[in-house]
């Protein structure tokens, strides 16, 4: 990767050496402070100090995106379901679904694409998120005008679904029963629609208890999206602010943010051997059938979380 950063010397100066413009980069990501912040910080000029950023960030996703966003396979996609059910109760599940607004300034000639429900500009960045919270799959950069179910299916990921090339295993009954064997899934809130693979809350009107568990039971898995959210914001703070960049660069650095995201949440934890650091150097279902399974999918696990061996003992309180 350092050779990746190099620059030739000039005659009129030394280059930046690559260590400063990779501290650079990450302090910005970080920190979120401006160009002029970091200028008198390192004493580099504010528009080196934009190219700077802007390569590194290209150099990190390029090295990265190889070893934290592998495509899953049969028995990755396992492991991810023993999580959710071990961590969340959840079975057969592979992943939590949603989308979060990133903050910036109005890109020059976009009219009101760019302008969300929230009333700020922003764009999206779609996540698929496994038990661990780290990101499985990102989208990033649709409109912030656009819904999260809409970016979702226009979403390399979400034709991937559609079209049953996920490589997920074949179903499989749940914990502590023979049948029915259902399929796995992934999870989210009432912005999706719900298909064989996907499912979502009942809609919370008129709710029945059943109904409620089973909105409950969901929403435990649910949020593991939701808190990957806040621990990407909270380590790199530029998503605290509108990010003062142009479209393409905003993006750029948000993807890597949450590259740097995995690679992280990968090293936590005292006991973990990093291994990885060795490498460094068509057919869609219609709608209305895809929704009458996915509303029989979803009827069954209801069921399943009301039987004894799926019930938790704490769940009549909670809702």
Known sequence: MYHSLERQNTCFRASIQPAQRLLITLRYLATGNSFGSLHYEFKVGKSTISG???ETCLVLWNVLKPLVFKK????????ISDEFWERCNFPN???????????????????????????????VLMAVVDAKYNFIYIDVGAYGSSSDSGVFNHSTFGRMIRANSLD???DSSLPGTNEPALPFVFVGDEAFALGKNLLRPFSSRALSNDKRIFNYRLTRARRVVECAFGILANKWRILHTAINLSLEHAVSAVKTACALHNYVRERDGIDYEDSMMHNMEAAQWSLTRGTSSGK???????????SPAGELPWQMQAI
Do not use: M, T
Request: with cysteine; glycine share 6%.
């Open 52 to 54: 700077i950023v802007h």
């Open 72 to 79: 899953p396979a049969k028995e990755d996609w396992l492991k």
């Open 93 to 123: 599940c592979v992943g939590a679904i949603d989308g979060k607004h990133i903050r910036i300034l109005r890109p020059f000639d976009s009219g009101s694409q760019f302008f969300n429900y929230k009333k700020y500009f922003s764009f």
């Open 168 to 170: 997920l295993p074949n």
């Open 296 to 306: 029989l999918i979803r009827d069954q696990f209801l069921n399943y979380f009301l």
